[in-house]
């Protein structure tokens, strides 16, 4: 099967994993891409991130090929 299979990609939704930080989307300037260590495409908004940045998301849904995630604030971040 395809490697980017819909089904495959939707399974991954409501999972958090790891991204590297990639470029700017090509969609909106407001968010960047990045790949997992599937080598799943992610989308994220750019919220203080830079390319080069190894972040950990939750994959909040799919749009083609290429999955959507938010950035999962650190257990450091939480630490008063």
Do not use: W
């Amino acid at each position: 099967f395809k490697a980017n299979n819909p089904i495959r990609l939707d399974s991954y939704i409501g999972q958090e994993t790891d991204i590297l930080i990639e470029a700017i989307s090509k969609r909106s300037d407001d968010h960047y891409t990045g790949r997992s260590s599937q080598n799943n495409l992610v989308t994220v908004p750019k919220d203080g991130l830079n390319p080069g940045d190894m972040v950990r998301v939750r994959l909040t849904g799919r749009r083609g090929a290429t999955l959507t995630g938010i950035p999962v604030p650190s257990c450091a971040a939480n630490v008063a």
